[in-house]
């Protein structure tokens, strides 16, 4: 069976024979290959290029975009500042935020979203037995990175109303950029919305679920894969999290596999390897940690795959043990 094959049957909640492993892997690859990141992510084939090598050195199941939460506020006015990987410098002012988010397909040729469209066309051409992913920031997550997080997260009890409005306008956006990346190649929509992490059960039930739903509805409705990716600790939201109907869940080291295979029987869980520990422990000690979260899910519905996206300068025969645990026993 093919690396592709494999992972495609796991995110159905299928049975392949073993143990799917993509870690998320993404400005490391500039790092492996002595490549600036600011060229990186300016560049939509060498993007691809850097990827697809990294990918096959380690020998994963899936090729992703890299995990830059700063293209789309970048898009919508936010200033990226270049410490090392981009970050939000000055974010857009929330008092015009509701005319800001309110440009419909102008969206698409902004910023340095064509490069990520590039890059996902250029992965699905150079990588054809492995999954093509991209990611899209969640509708809360990009309102807080384009508009200040701080700001943000105020509103859920300052003005719920004028947040939800947001939420529903800045979706809209995200699911023409989905829409557009699934055109371009991409089999796969991972969705980051770590944000969601900072709110209660209820406000994520009230602000959020319903945009989520329509969103993860919009990407299947064109025939990719799903998954939300929530990385922190999301331990309040797992069964929200799958009421959201993606194929999977991405999960992070606070969240038992076993727990959330058992609160969430009806999507696939992906993780929880922490990417601290990937970063900063021996390769036998990463091993360990793989191998253990391989024998918690006993070889059902279950990726091994990183908490996060893995830091820029993780060593490289750490990554190769995660991937090598993938083969572990399950429980």
């Not at 969103?215 to 990719?224: Q, W, Y």
């Amino acid at each position: 069976m093919m690396l592709k094959e494999c992972i495609v049957d796991t995110l159905k909640g299928g049975y392949c024979g073993g143990v799917s492993v993509a870690p998320l892997i993404g400005f490391h690859s500039a790092w492996l290959f002595n490549v600036s990141f600011r060229e990186a992510v300016s560049s939509g084939e060498l993007m691809a290029e850097l990827q697809v090598r990294a990918a096959k050195l380690y020998g994963v199941h899936a090729v992703f975009t890299y995990m830059d939460l700063t293209f789309e506020p970048e898009a919508l006015g936010a200033g990226v500042i270049w410490r090392d990987v981009p970050a939000i410098g000055e974010p857009a002012p929330l008092e015009r935020a509701l005319e800001i988010v309110d440009i419909g397909d102008e969206y698409l040729s902004r910023g340095r979203i064509p490069v990520f469209l590039r890059a996902v066309k250029s992965l699905s051409e150079r990588a054809t037995d492995l999954l093509t992913c991209a990611y899209v920031s969640g509708p809360l997550t990009l309102t807080a990175e384009t508009f200040g997080v701080k700001r943000v997260i105020k509103l859920v009890r300052a003005n719920p109303s004028l947040l939800k409005e947001l939420i529903e306008r800045t979706n809209r956006l995200t699911k023409l950029l989905a829409s557009e990346l699934v055109a371009s190649g991409a089999e796969c929509i991972m969705v980051l919305e770590p944000v969601g992490a900072l709110i209660s059960p209820r406000s994520f039930r009230q602000l959020l679920l319903p945009s989520l739903k329509d969103l993860i509805n919009s990407v299947k409705s064109r025939g990719a894969l799903s998954i939300l990716h929530i990385c922190g600790n999301a331990n309040h939201l797992v069964e929200l999290m799958a009421e959201c109907g993606p194929h999977a869940l991405s999960i992070d080291k606070f969240v038992d596999v076993a727990d959330a295979l058992r609160r969430a029987p009806n999507v696939a869980i992906m993780g929880n390897v922490g990417t601290g520990e990937v970063y900063a422990l021996s390769p036998n000690e990463v091993y360990e940690l793989g191998c253990g979260a391989v024998a918690k899910s006993k070889g059902r519905r279950f990726v091994l795959s990183t908490g996060c996206e893995v830091p820029p300068y993780t060593p490289p025969e750490n990554i190769k043990a995660l991937v090598k645990a993938a083969k572990c026993a399950p429980g």
